[in-house]
């Protein structure tokens, strides 16, 4: 066995990447004696049972051709750095930067199992072999021949910022959250509602198989000077109705013990949450969920955030959306959803919304869903654009700012965008 080393995974638009490999060494290196062609970098990724993962290169793509996960990453850059690989310049690690992003191989830190409804996604496990190729130039010598095969600890720090519940009972949710750092008044608390690829017995998929994370940042939790976050997850998906995983009679079979979730989580947390500013969302299959439960229980939840929502408009009854109605609520969607075509779902329901009188009601219809913010590129250098199924990448870099119209979303006079017209939200108005 060759020596230990440390791995990096980071939270992005597009889900988990392992973006940094740490090794830790005996000796001072410094920032001019590194450069990125001293090391190679080769990879193994597995199952939870260390069976070789095929994938596709598309993860919502399962008819694409599957690839063994192994082989080759290459490295962005190197540094000295500390053990979580921040950047010094000298210290007793060296940091390799990797390449990473939808457009290369085996960077990913999940996969999907195409075998199950919704293609429910877990973590894999990567075995990396860190071989040197060149000599390092320390003060106390040459550094040569050296191998790193064996990973010490996995950080991912936003995942970590999530506390885990996890039961024996089959009748009982899991789920993870979030308590804000902030003291002072009772805060708000956000229900948020996985899709369907993040559901399963892999628990931190549910908060970190997309960015869900974001909702305990800096900048969302400043917008609602803290806020509780509340992840819980389907063992299958929300949309099973007892007949069909994935029909479209409008109703599941989780209602009530997802229901029974939230106010235990309520009554656990009693002295810090304000019964006022209860919100739910959620994308996709959560989409479809988070309506359910507005109409299921219109008067506990404040307002609402569906995101590319799944909830078939012809199972919608008129009274129904005549309970909608008056809950506040923000849609998002885009046009070029392949997966939950609008003019089935959101589009007819926004529609019958408006026409019931819905007075509090925002819709953010994006033409598609391109990369905003200078993380991915696609191969000739543009912005990288999404699958129009990824309405929830705008919402969580909180760009949903315009309604339907396309003219911006005003409240209390200003312009807003969704989290802030979220936390402008309460029964007591």
Not at 292 to 300: A, G, K, V
């Amino acid at each position: 066995m060759g020596r230990i080393y440390y791995q990096k995974i980071e939270i992005t638009d597009f889900g988990p990447y392992v973006t940094k490999i740490i090794l830790p060494l005996n000796r001072r290196i410094t920032f001019k004696s590194l450069n990125k062609n001293q090391f190679f970098v080769y990879v193994q990724i597995c199952d939870k049972n260390g069976e070789l993962v095929k994938k596709s290169l598309h993860r919502m793509d399962p008819n694409s051709t599957l690839i063994e996960q192994k082989g080759y990453r290459s490295i962005k850059e190197v540094y000295p750095s500390d053990i979580r690989g921040n950047r010094l310049k000298e210290g007793n690690f060296i940091t390799l930067s990797l390449n990473y992003g939808p457009l290369v191989n085996l960077s990913s830190a999940i996969s999907a199992d195409f075998s199950t409804p919704g293609m429910l996604e877990y973590y894999t496990v990567h075995d990396y072999m860190i071989t040197q190729t060149a000599d390092i130039q320390t003060e106390n010598g040459i550094l040569s021949g050296l191998v790193f095969d064996h990973c010490a600890e996995t950080f991912n720090d936003a995942k970590s910022r999530f506390v885990q519940v996890k039961f024996n009972d089959k009748n009982e949710l899991n789920y993870g959250y979030f308590i804000p750092q902030r003291k002072g008044s009772k805060k708000p608390l956000i229900v948020f509602l996985h899709g369907a690829g993040e559901g399963g017995q892999d628990l931190p998929i549910a908060y970190s198989g997309n960015k869900v994370t974001a909702l305990t940042e800096k900048h969302i939790q400043d917008i609602f000077d803290g806020a509780y976050v509340l992840v819980p997850q389907c063992p299958t998906v929300w949309m099973n109705d007892g007949q069909e995983q994935m029909g479209k009679s409008g109703q599941s079979i989780y209602v009530e013990s997802l229901m029974k979730v939230i106010k235990k989580f309520i009554a656990n947390n009693s002295e810090g949450i304000d019964m006022d500013r209860i919100y739910i969302g959620g994308d996709s299959n959560g989409g479809f969920m988070t309506l359910r439960m507005l109409i299921d229980y219109p008067d506990f939840f404040t307002a609402g955030f569906p995101i590319c929502e799944a909830l078939y408009d012809k199972s919608i009854s008129d009274q129904e959306i005549d309970t909608l109605k008056d809950i506040p609520l923000w849609f998002v969607h885009a046009k070029n959803d392949p997966i939950v075509i609008p003019e089935e779902y959101v589009l007819p329901t926004y529609r019958r919304l408006k026409k019931a009188g819905a007075k509090n009601l925002h819709f953010t219809f994006w033409n598609k869903i391109v990369d905003m913010h200078g993380m991915f590129k696609d191969k000739d250098g543009n912005p990288y654009e999404y699958l129009g199924h990824f309405a929830w990448i705008p919402v969580f870099n909180d760009d949903c700012k315009n309604d339907f119209d396309g003219m911006p979303v005003i409240e209390n006079n200003k312009e807003v965008s969704l989290f802030e017209w979220l936390a402008m939200q309460t029964k007591n108005k």
